[in-house]
């Protein structure tokens, strides 16, 4: 069986799991409701990226064609049909958001007034949250019903994506540290994105009957986006490190801590050097099987790295926190992505569309 098929016919199980994870995470809040909320955070932040890379690339496609999607079309569009979802599972971040961004309890934190007053405050970190989960549900129901190439919906989709992955980053992450800014994190984080849309598609098993050879256009894409993560986050480390300015140096310092640095190297060894070296021969590449255990190693190291960019601050506890948080949100995405949105999304977009 394959792990799509797998993943069909356990969607509701997986579904109730998901809800018992979240009940477990609503007890832990209970007594700690900073480490329960930046746990739902983690988890929030691994499985809405790896959505919004389906819809990145649904997006690609619909600009400029091509037969690479065809085979990844059935694991994409459930994918990215369940962006709704996301605006309600993000609901229990604002019963104490205080908790979680510190600006909300103290603006001054914000480096310069004007900040704090038109821009990072909650009223605005929430209409501008709505409008980027609306936009992208409502196009990216759009580019999974249009299947081909459309232009007219695919330009829009990518410009809208890249203005609402910037707000994302900027409000929901950075912001958790105030004094740390970074005008390349935006970029990297949609990479990022992208890059867990392809572990999920290798994993999955993508290549359809009829159509072998087709893993080794993802394994190239795979290989792709691990390199351009990798480039992007260690060109933001080397600025860091060359400016030597205090605030940057902190954010980076705080992570270097154990346990911390144990969690981005393994996230880099998982999907950064491992894509890479796995799939550099042509037979590898063409491997779905191969491809599977390299798109589960790529989840686990993005997820790990998600945990490494949002866990510093609130302690060492924020890793079981988001490895439970992850199980909650993931387990209710997976019955919904793998259950009635696959099954009525079950089809491919023709080759050569």
């Given at each position: 069986?394959?792990?799509?098929?797998?993943?069909?016919?356990?969607?509701?199980?997986?579904?109730?799991a998901?809800?018992?994870?979240?009940?477990?995470?609503?007890?832990?809040?209970?007594?700690?409701?900073?480490?329960?909320?930046?746990?739902?955070?983690?988890?929030?932040?691994?499985?809405?990226?790896?959505?919004?890379?389906?819809?990145?690339?649904?997006?690609?496609?619909?600009?400029?064609?091509?037969?690479?999607?065809?085979p990844?079309?059935?694991?994409?569009?459930?994918?990215?049909?369940?962006?709704?979802?996301?605006?309600?599972l993000a609901?229990?971040?604002?019963l104490?958001?205080?908790?979680v961004?510190?600006?909300?309890?103290?603006?001054?934190?914000?480096?310069?007034?004007?900040?704090?007053?038109?821009?990072?405050?909650?009223?605005?970190?929430?209409?501008r949250?709505v409008v980027?989960?609306?936009?992208?549900?409502?196009?990216?129901?759009?580019?999974?019903?249009?299947?081909g190439?459309?232009?007219?919906?695919?330009?829009?989709?990518?410009l809208?994506?890249?203005?609402?992955?910037?707000?994302?980053?900027?409000?929901?992450?950075?912001?958790?540290?105030?004094?740390?800014?970074?005008?390349?994190?935006?970029?990297?984080?949609?990479?990022?994105?992208?890059?867990?849309?392809?572990?999920?598609?290798?994993?999955?098993g993508?290549?359809?009957?009829?159509?072998?050879?087709?893993?080794?256009?993802?394994?190239?894409?795979?290989?792709?986006?691990a390199?351009?993560?990798?480039?992007?986050?260690?060109?933001?480390?080397?600025?860091?490190?060359?400016?030597?300015?205090?605030?940057?140096?902190?954010?980076?310092l705080?992570?270097?801590a154990?346990?911390?640095?144990?969690?981005?190297?393994?996230?880099?060894?998982?999907?950064?050097?491992?894509?890479?070296?796995?799939l550099?021969s042509?037979?590898?590449?063409?491997?779905?099987?191969?491809?599977?255990?390299?798109?589960?190693?790529v989840l686990?190291?993005?997820?790990?790295?998600?945990l490494?960019?949002?866990?510093?601050?609130?302690?060492?506890?924020?890793?079981?926190?988001?490895?439970l948080?992850?199980?909650a949100?993931?387990?209710?995405?997976?019955?919904?992505?793998?259950?009635?949105?696959?099954?009525?999304?079950?089809?491919?977009?023709?080759?050569?569309?």
């Amino acid at each position: 069986m394959s792990a799509a098929a797998w993943l069909r016919a356990r969607a509701l199980w997986l579904f109730l799991a998901g809800l018992a994870a979240g009940a477990l995470l609503l007890l832990w809040g209970l007594a700690a409701p900073r480490l329960a909320l930046g746990g739902l955070l983690a988890g929030l932040l691994f499985w809405l990226g790896l959505a919004l890379g389906a819809y990145a690339l649904l997006a690609v496609h619909a600009l400029t064609g091509g037969r690479w999607l065809a085979p990844l079309f059935p694991v994409l569009a459930p994918a990215t049909a369940t962006l709704p979802v996301f605006a309600l599972l993000a609901l229990p971040l604002l019963l104490d958001p205080a908790a979680v961004w510190p600006w909300v309890a103290d603006p001054g934190l914000a480096r310069h007034p004007d900040v704090a007053r038109w821009y990072l405050n909650l009223p605005g970190f929430v209409a501008r949250s709505v409008v980027a989960l609306a936009g992208w549900s409502l196009l990216g129901l759009l580019l999974v019903g249009s299947g081909g190439r459309r232009p007219a919906i695919g330009a829009p989709a990518l410009l809208f994506h890249g203005v609402a992955v910037t707000i994302l980053g900027l409000d929901w992450m950075l912001s958790l540290d105030p004094e740390f800014r970074s005008t390349a994190f935006a970029m990297w984080l949609g990479l990022q994105q992208v890059l867990a849309a392809l572990g999920w598609c290798a994993l999955l098993g993508t290549e359809p009957e009829g159509g072998r050879g087709k893993a080794g256009d993802l394994a190239q894409l795979l290989i792709a986006a691990a390199l351009g993560a990798a480039y992007l986050g260690f060109a933001q480390y080397l600025v860091a490190w060359y400016g030597n300015l205090p605030d940057k140096a902190t954010w980076y310092l705080q992570r270097e801590a154990l346990p911390w640095i144990l969690l981005e190297a393994a996230s880099l060894a998982l999907s950064a050097v491992l894509p890479v070296l796995a799939l550099l021969s042509g037979a590898a590449r063409r491997s779905p099987r191969r491809l599977a255990w390299v798109g589960g190693a790529v989840l686990a190291g993005v997820l790990l790295h998600m945990l490494w960019l949002v866990g510093p601050p609130f302690g060492p506890l924020a890793i079981p926190a988001g490895l439970l948080g992850t199980a909650a949100v993931g387990g209710i995405w997976l019955g919904l992505a793998g259950g009635p949105f696959a099954a009525r999304l079950r089809r491919e977009v023709p080759h050569g569309a």
